[in-house]
C-alpha cells in the first residue's frame, strides 16, 4: 500500500463522515491519537483476540435492520484505528510522508525483513519493546506526546518538519511491530476503512 494511499483514503472518509465540518485543534488530535492507544491497552488486559468481529457499534441497514455489519475491533485494528487517525490528519494539512526510504508497507516490510540484519532487528525490538504490548503502547504515548509538543512549538516557527517525522515514525513502528505480531497491516487497514465508510454521519454523532 502506498503511504499516500493510506493518507487518501483515510482523510476522505473522514471528511465525508463531518469530522472536518469544524477545525480541531493538534491537541484535541493528539488527544485522539491516546485514545486509540488506550483503547488498545484495554484490549490487552482484557485478553481480547488480535481481530474479531463484533456487534458492540455494529452497522444496522435495511427496512427492517435485516442488514447487519459487524464491527471490526480487536487489538490489531485499536493500533489501525490510530494508522487511519493519523493518515486523516496529514491529509488535512496537506503532508505527504514516507516508510523510511519507501513510499509503500511493502517496502519497509522487505526492508525490515530483508535488509536489516539480525542485531538492528533486535535492537529495535528491544527499543521499541515489542516483546509486551503495554510498554510498546507506553512508547507510543510518549511519541504522541512529543508529536503535541513539536505542534505548538511549530505554532510559533512555522517548521512542522519535527512534527511530520514524528508521526511518520510512528506510523513505521506501527507496521514493523505488526510484522512482529504477525498481523497484515494492510489487510486490517482495508477491512476497517470499508466499515468506516459505511458508518453513519459523525458516526452517530459522536462529538470529537
Known amino acids: 500500500m502506498q503511504a499516500s494511499d493510506l493518507i487518501k483514503r483515510s482523510f476522505e472518509t473522514a471528511k465525508s463522515k463531518g469530522w472536518h465540518d469544524k477545525e480541531r485543534s493538534p491537541a484535541v488530535i493528539a488527544a485522539l491519537f491516546h485514545s486509540e492507544v488506550s483503547e488498545f491497552v484495554e484490549d490487552v488486559r482484557a485478553g481480547k483476540?488480535?481481530?474479531?468481529?463484533?456487534?458492540?457499534?455494529?452497522?444496522?441497514?435495511?427496512?427492517?435492520?435485516?442488514?447487519?455489519?459487524?464491527?471490526?475491533?480487536?487489538?490489531?485494528?485499536?493500533?489501525?484505528?490510530?494508522?487511519i487517525r493519523i493518515g486523516d490528519f496529514c491529509?488535512?494539512?496537506?503532508?505527504?510522508?514516507r516508510?523510511?526510504?519507501?513510499?509503500?508497507t511493502e517496502g519497509l516490510i522487505g526492508m525490515w525483513k530483508d535488509e536489516s540484519s539480525e542485531?538492528?532487528?533486535?535492537?529495535?525490538?528491544?527499543?521499541?519493546?515489542?516483546?509486551?504490548?503495554?510498554?510498546?503502547?507506553?512508547n507510543l504515548h510518549t511519541d504522541i506526546s512529543t508529536f503535541s509538543k513539536e505542534m505548538r512549538i511549530a505554532a510559533f516557527y512555522g517548521d512542522v518538519s519535527h512534527?511530520?517525522?514524528?508521526?511518520t515514525h510512528i506510523l513505521e513502528s506501527l507496521i514493523v511491530?505488526?510484522?512482529?505480531?504477525?498481523?497484515?497491516?494492510?489487510?486490517?487497514?482495508?477491512?476497517?476503512?470499508?466499515?468506516?465508510?459505511?458508518?453513519?454521519?459523525?458516526?452517530g454523532g459522536k462529538s470529537a
Open 49 to 83: 483476540p488480535d481481530f474479531y468481529e463484533s456487534e458492540d457499534g455494529a452497522i444496522v441497514r435495511g427496512e427492517h435492520g435485516e442488514d447487519v455489519i459487524l464491527k471490526p475491533s480487536g487489538q490489531a485494528i485499536e493500533l489501525i484505528d490510530l494508522a
Open 91 to 97: 491529509g488535512k494539512n496537506g503532508w505527504l510522508l
Open 99 to 104: 516508510f523510511g526510504q519507501h513510499d509503500t
Open 119 to 138: 542485531e538492528t532487528r533486535e535492537f529495535i525490538m528491544r527499543h521499541q519493546n515489542f516483546d509486551d504490548p503495554i510498554e510498546f503502547a507506553d
Open 163 to 167: 512534527a511530520q517525522a514524528r508521526l
Open 177 to 203: 511491530y505488526f510484522v512482529y505480531r504477525g498481523w497484515d497491516f494492510d489487510a486490517m487497514f482495508a477491512t476497517k476503512s470499508t466499515f468506516n465508510e459505511l458508518r453513519p454521519y459523525r458516526h
